[in-house]
């Protein structure tokens, strides 16, 4: 079974710009949810998402947003790009919430 | 929440049995405790989950006293490429039904095998 697929891997982008970060959760997994990690800052939760909707959200500013698709595909934005926004994006999938949850790769995103 | 506490750092040597406690002292009836691994520029990986007593896998074991207010990973034999950080994580799959309710990681302990 084909683990958690995130894409890009790696990405640049410049202050100011958005990103769209993509995340594919495991066949049959319907909730997703995603993490920044930072060396000062750790794992941080953002969202969580189950059945299109989201259901939880982290302590982030409103430049971060996502959603999910009705194949439990989601997909993170962040709008107007900081230079603290620099880190990995880690998603993770589990067939509930609650449930044991897997993580993908995670998408770098390095802000310059 | 249950809040978990792990020691920040550990050294090894290769060959040697390394024990990782994490203590959660207001862990909830229907948590489970759950760890992963994590390489430098990836993503956590599942390592082990259990309720109580033993578990044991092919990768680690898992230790749970009675009270549950602590469990130690158990590495048998590590070798370099064991040289990851360990998170100890705490949750349920009852309280999903509360909307404020979210895996919290802590900082994870770093164990740095050496040759």
């Known amino acids: 079974k084909a683990g958690v697929t995130q894409t890009p891997r790696y990405l640049i982008k410049t202050r100011g710009q958005q990103v769209t970060l993509s995340c594919s959760p495991i066949s049959g997994h319907r909730s997703v949810s995603w993490y920044q990690q930072t060396p000062g800052q750790g794992l941080q939760f953002l969202f969580e998402?189950?059945?299109?909707?989201?259901?939880n959200k982290g302590n982030f500013p409103g430049r971060f947003s996502g959603r999910q698709f009705s194949n439990s595909r989601s997909e993170m934005n962040v709008s107007t790009l900081e230079l603290g926004d620099s880190a990995l994006y880690l998603c993770?999938?589990?067939?509930?919430?609650?449930?044991?949850?897997?993580f993908g790769e995670g998408s770098w995103l390095t802000v310059v | 929440l249950a809040k978990t506490t792990q020691p920040i750092s550990m050294d090894s040597y290769e060959g040697q049995e390394v024990n990782i406690t994490c203590s959660h002292n207001n862990i909830a009836t229907n948590d489970y405790i759950t760890w992963y691994q994590q390489f430098p520029s990836q993503g956590p990986r599942f390592i082990i989950q259990g309720y109580k007593t033993k578990v044991t896998n092919e990768v680690a074991s898992l230790f749970i006293p009675a009270d549950r207010k602590s469990s130690t990973l158990s590495l048998p034999r590590v070798s370099l490429s064991d040289t990851a950080v360990y998170y100890c994580l705490v949750g349920d799959t009852v309280r999903w039904m509360d909307s404020s309710y979210k895996l919290i990681f802590g900082s994870g302990t770093r164990l740095l095998v050496r040759p």
């Open positions: 993770a999938s589990s067939t509930t919430p609650g449930n044991t949850i897997y």
């Open positions: 998402y189950f059945s299109e909707t989201q259901r």
